[in-house]
């Protein structure tokens, strides 16, 4: 089993930047792609941005594409999000997520982290 443990959310303006980690235990998470997915209030859970085991791929929403960076350190078995020019609508609770073989852009992830809140004031 793969338990996954986010932090860094929290309280930002609007314009500022957080920096959300996924630290993996149980499992070496290396083999696994990992995504990061996030769930405002009243909306389905959607992908933010996923990484492949080798970091040689990777997957971006359009709403955060040239503001996010995924990334992952192998050797920490930990999965970082750096989140720039943050909006109000990137308010969210963000999840880490991981899964064996390749990244997909679904929920079709087999371990889930029990989420950050992020929450962006205008």
């Known amino acids: 089993q793969v338990q996954l443990v986010e932090s860094g959310g929290g309280l930002v303006q609007a314009g500022g930047s957080l920096r959300l980690s996924c630290a993996a235990s149980?499992?070496?998470?290396?083999?696994?792609?990992m995504g990061w997915f996030r769930q405002a209030p009243g909306k389905d859970r959607e992908i933010v941005a996923a990484i492949g085991w080798s970091a040689g791929s990777t997957y971006y929403a359009d709403s955060v594409k040239g503001r996010f960076t995924i990334s992952r350190d192998n050797a920490k078995n930990t999965v970082y999000l750096q989140m720039n020019s943050l909006k109000p609508e990137d308010t969210a609770v963000y999840y880490c997520a991981a899964r064996r073989f390749g990244v997909v852009v679904t929920t079709d992830y087999a371990y889930w982290g029990q989420g950050t809140q992020v929450t962006v004031s205008s």
């Open positions: 149980g499992r070496t998470v290396s083999s696994y792609a």
